[in-house]
C-alpha cells in the first residue's frame, strides 16, 4: 500500500519527547519558548507565538486584527473547512472570492469587487503549500486599509520572491502568518499551530488570548521569588501547545530543509513522468513562488471520473484524495452564512451550483492528490504514476 502521506518521523523526535516527559514539565513552557525562537529564525519573523493547531492559530489572529461581529473577511470557498470556521468563530462573515484554476490559489482580480463597507481583513491561503499572490493581496489591503492574515498551514518552508528577494513565507509578508503541525502537514507535532507576525502588540495578544486572559503566565510565577497574584484582564481560551509537542517540533525543524527539498524533487520527478499523459493538467508554480508540494494535485482529463479513478488506483494499493474541499458546499455552511464576490446582490446565486464559485468547484471535482511523501521511493513513484495511466487509458477505451 502507499499512502496519500507519512510524517517523518524517528527517534530523535522520541527520544526528544522522552527528554520532556523526564523533566516533569510537560505544558506549555521551556521547550515551547525555544521552539517559537527557532521558528522564527528559520522563517525570518519578528514574533513567533505557538498554539495548539493551525484552527487556533487562524482564530487568534483574526480576532487580534480586530475582527467583530457582523464583519466581513474576504477569503476563498476552496480551502479545509477550518479557514472559513475561523472566521464564523468571530461572529463574522466569509465573502468567498473564487481561485484561480492554475495555482488553486485566490484570484486576485476578483478581490475587489468583493470589498465593502463592513470588511476588515482578507484571509488569504497559500493552498497544498503554493503561495498565491501576495503582491497582490497586500496591494489592495493596503488600499482598503484591510489586515491580511495569511493561512499558511501547508507552506512551512514555501518561499516567495518579495521586493527582489527571496522569503520563507511567515515572515511574513501580510501581518499575520498562520502554520499547522498535523501529520498532514509538512512537519508535525502531532497536532499544533504558530502565528508569525511583525507586530509586537499582536504577538502579546496572542500569548494573552492562548492562556485563558492570563496576565502574568506561570513561567512567569514559577522562576519569581516573589509571590505573584495574576489577573484575567479578558475573556481567553487555552489554545496552549505542549512542552513534549514543542519538544518534537524543534527536532521536525531541524529535518526541514531536506524534507522540503525532497517533496520538491519529488514534485518535479512527477512532472516529468506525467508530462506525456494525454489531457492530464499538472499544478504550475509561478515564477515567484517556490512551493512545498504538501500536496500534488492534477486535473483529471475532461471525460474521465474522479472516483471511478481514484478507486481504480486503490484497487492497484495506491491512496489518493479528491481535490481540496469547498467550504460552501457542506451543510454547515447554508446559504444566509456567507456571501460570494458575485452574490452580495445578486441572490441569486443559491442553487446547487454557484456560478461565483465554479473553478472552485471545478477544482474539488475534477483534481485528485496524488501519494508524496520525503520518504517516498523513486519505484513508488513510477507505480503511482503507471496507475493513474492505466485507469485513464480504460476510461477511454470504456467509451
Ligand atoms: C490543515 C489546514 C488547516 C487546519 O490546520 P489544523 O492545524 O489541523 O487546525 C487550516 N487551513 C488549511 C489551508 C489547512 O490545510
Not at 140 to 163: F, H, P, T
Amino acid at each position: 500500500m502507499i499512502p496519500i502521506t507519512k510524517p517523518m518521523l524517528g527517534e530523535n523526535e522520541a527520544e526528544a519527547a522522552r527528554r520532556v516527559i523526564a523533566s516533569g514539565w510537560t505544558s506549555q513552557g521551556p521547550e515551547v519558548a525555544a521552539f517559537e525562537k527557532e521558528f522564527a529564525a528559520y522563517v525570518g519573523a519578528p514574533y513567533a507565538c505557538a498554539v495548539s493547531s493551525c484552527t487556533t492559530a487562524l482564530h487568534l489572529a483574526l480576532l487580534a486584527a480586530g475582527v467583530r461581529p457582523g464583519d466581513e473577511v474576504i477569503t476563498v470557498s476552496h480551502s479545509y473547512i477550518a479557514t472559513a470556521n475561523s472566521i464564523r468563530y468571530c461572529g463574522a462573515r466569509p465573502v468567498f472570492v473564487d481561485i484561480d484554476p492554475a495555482t488553486f490559489n485566490i484570484d486576485p482580480v476578483l478581490i475587489e469587487s468583493a470589498v465593502t463597507g463592513r470588511t476588515r481583513a482578507i484571509l488569504c491561503v497559500h493552498q497544498i503549500g503554493m503561495p498565491c499572490d501576495l503582491a497582490a493581496v497586500c496591494e489592495i489591503a493596503r488600499r482598503y486599509g484591510l489586515a491580511v492574515v495569511e493561512d499558511a498551514a501547508c507552506a512551512i518552508g514555501s518561499e516567495i520572491l518579495w521586493q527582489g528577494h527571496w522569503e520563507k513565507i511567515g515572515r511574513p509578508q501580510g501581518d499575520i502568518a498562520c502554520f499547522s503541525f498535523h501529520p498532514r502537514k509538512v512537519i508535525s507535532t502531532g497536532d499544533g499551530g504558530m502565528l508569525t507576525t511583525a507586530n509586537p502588540e499582536w504577538d502579546a495578544k496572542f500569548r494573552l488570548l492562548r492562556q485563558h486572559g492570563m496576565s502574568v503566565p506561570d513561567t512567569v510565577r514559577h522562576g519569581a521569588s516573589r509571590v505573584i497574584f495574576e489577573s484575567y484582564p479578558i475573556v481567553g481560551f487555552n489554545f496552549r501547545m505542549t512542552d513534549i509537542q514543542a519538544a518534537v517540533g524543534r527536532e521536525q525543524l531541524k529535518r526541514l530543509p531536506d524534507i522540503v527539498r525532497k517533496r520538491r524533487e519529488l514534485a518535479a520527478r512527477y512532472r516529468t513522468l506525467l508530462a506525456k499523459v494525454p489531457g492530464l493538467g499538472l499544478p504550475t508554480e509561478p515564477d515567484w513562488a517556490r512551493s512545498t508540494w504538501q500536496s500534488f494535485s492534477v486535473r483529471l482529463p475532461e471525460d474521465s471520473d474522479q472516483r471511478w479513478v481514484m478507486q481504480a488506483m486503490l484497487d492497484e494499493g495506491i491512496a489518493t484524495r479528491r481535490g481540496v474541499m469547498c467550504a460552501h458546499r457542506e451543510p454547515a455552511y447554508p446559504p444566509d452564512t456567507w456571501s460570494c464576490a458575485g452574490r452580495i446582490r445578486n441572490r441569486s446565486c443559491t442553487e446547487e451550483v454557484c456560478r461565483c464559485l465554479r473553478h472552485s468547484e471545478e477544482a474539488q471535482d475534477r483534481t485528485v492528490i496524488l501519494p508524496l511523501f520525503p520518504e517516498m521511493t523513486f519505484e513508488q513513484q513510477d507505480r503511482v504514476a503507471e496507475s493513474l495511466q492505466d485507469a485513464l487509458r480504460v476510461v477511454t477505451l470504456n467509451e
